[in-house]
């Protein structure tokens, strides 16, 4: 039997995870009904904008910022066809006119959105599943997509700052890795934020889960950047 290759980045739920149960799951262990609504008032989308949705999973952000700002360009990336499949059949239920790319979050998709020409980019529970390198790889495509004064705004797991947070986070360190989430758990996303050029860098919200505290963080492409 021909074994396939492992995919190049951790899949929905972790390797042994079922991507049938993954929008329910999120919606059980990340409160996700919360913390959604505060990245949807912090993204503040508006009419003709272009929006990207680096890592957008089955879509569910994306399906909201849609159906609340019909008039925006909504563009979802997400590596996992099979996710894709999921995400496109949700948009069709929704009415939500996106585009959907198959590809990483620190791939150049310039035939799709050009480099400079994104108003907001968001980033939801995708980062701490990456290595320190790719998280930093992602977080400049980022940057190279925004125009100047763009926005981004990422939703993860940030510094756990109690042991009952710890604790909780310790289940998604079992699903997607010790290493890979170390500097999530450590608070360092603004750190990376900061290291891509990002400017105004600040955590807007935190949000208490089953599985550990989910941060709202906010950065700004400067103006003129040299």
């Known amino acids: 039997m021909t074994q396939l290759p492992a995919p190049a980045y951790t899949p929905a739920l972790g390797p042994r995870g079922s991507i049938e149960l993954y929008d329910r799951v999120i919606a059980l262990l990340t409160r996700e009904e919360k913390w ?4 949807l008032v912090a993204l ?3 009419d003709e ?3 990207v949705d680096i890592g957008a999973g089955t879509a569910s952000m994306a399906c909201l910022i849609k159906t609340t700002q019909p008039g925006v360009r909504m563009v979802a990336i997400d590596p996992d066809p099979d996710i894709r ?18 590809a990483m979050g620190d791939e150049k998709i310039d035939d799709i959105v050009r480099p400079g020409s994104a108003d907001k980019i968001l980033i939801s529970l995708v980062l701490h599943q990456c290595p320190v390198s790719v998280k930093t790889s992602i977080l400049a495509n980022a940057f ?3 125009k100047p004064g763009g926005k981004l705004l ?28 170390r500097a999530n758990k450590d608070g360092r996303l603004p750190e990376f934020m900061r290291g891509a050029g990002f400017v105004h860098v600040k955590e807007q919200s935190i949000t208490l889960t ?3 505290s989910i941060s709202i963080y906010s950065g700004t492409k400067p103006q003129a950047h040299c």
Request: proline share 3%; no cysteine.
């Open 44 to 46: 503040a989308p508006r």
């Open 154 to 181: 990422i939703a993860d797991y940030g510094r756990q700052r109690s042991i009952l947070m710890k604790l909780a986070f310790n289940l998604v360190r079992l699903t997607d890795g010790y290493a890979d989430t």
């Open 144 to 146: 190279r997509l925004l």
């Open 49 to 51: 904008e272009t929006i």
């Open 210 to 212: 089953p599985t550990g």
């Open 85 to 102: 499949t999921i995400a496109e059949a949700k948009a069709v239920r929704a009415g939500a006119a996106i585009e959907f790319v198959t």
């Open 36 to 39: 959604r609504a505060g990245l």
